[in-house]
């Protein structure tokens, strides 16, 4: 009985729950069911941004959409934990299939920072927390300072298509430091048109770093 109930215990603290149905019948982030409902994208850059490889773990759809809407949307902070996990087990993927070898002496952090106003109005940026966490598990260092946003844009998704870019022009502001020999890894949630990506591309370009890579959820 004892051993039972030690089990249980332990059960209660190492099981993970799957992160969309809640089902604890897994260790993994997703349980069986639903891991079959997500599409997994292979670990080589799904397109390239002036030249710079974007990596996206899957494609936007029902289960990633609905993990990512309520992360971003319904003011679930936690859920940057099972969002940064799934995004660490497509990294290593990315490093395997492309040779990659980062740490912290070679690479840094940054994500697609939101205005200080849609931070305040959200109660976080969900982009720094979920880059927190996944600095967590990749144990390479963030820094926040360097990307900031400056205009406080109307969100994307609320902008027909064809006047994204127009949008987002200027939007953001680099604040460069010396970091030339990094390699920057850029971790967005979501990417669709690119026209948010491609304004912090060629920003960050301008002060000619050495290697940019993109990391997102889903595309
Ligand atoms: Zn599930």
Redesign the pocket.
């Known amino acids: 009985m004892l051993k039972a109930f030690f089990e249980s215990f332990l059960d209660l603290i190492y099981k993970q729950k799957?992160?969309?149905?809640?089902?604890s019948?897994?260790n993994e982030i997703?349980?069986?069911?639903?891991?079959k409902t997500v599409h997994n994208l292979s670990g080589y850059a799904q397109r390239k941004i002036e030249d710079v490889c974007i990596f996206s773990a899957f494609k936007y759809e029902e289960t990633i959409k609905k993990i990512i809407r309520n992360f971003k949307f319904n003011r679930r902070k936690s859920a940057a934990i099972p969002c940064a996990a799934l995004l660490f087990e497509y990294y290593k993927k990315v490093c395997k299939q492309n040779d990659f070898h980062f740490d912290n002496l070679n690479a840094i952090l940054v994500c697609v920072p939101s205005h200080p106003l849609r931070t305040m109005k959200r109660g976080y940026c969900h982009n720094e927390i979920l880059t927190k966490e996944f600095s967590k598990l990749c144990n390479i260092d963030y820094d926040f300072s360097l990307i900031k946003k400056v205009k406080n844009t109307v969100p994307q998704y609320k902008v027909r298509a064809n006047q994204k870019a127009k949008n987002i022009k200027d939007a953001f502001k680099i604040f460069p430091k010396n970091i030339n020999n990094k390699t920057i890894i850029l971790i967005d949630d979501v990417i669709t048109t690119g026209s948010t990506l491609y304004e912090v591309i060629v920003n960050l370009k301008k002060y000619s770093y050495n290697k940019i890579i993109v990391l997102t959820l889903a595309c």
Not at 18 to 23: D, F, L, Q, T, Y
Not at 30 to 35: E, G, P, R
């Open positions: 799957c992160c969309v149905c809640g089902c019948k897994t997703l349980c069986k069911n639903c891991a």
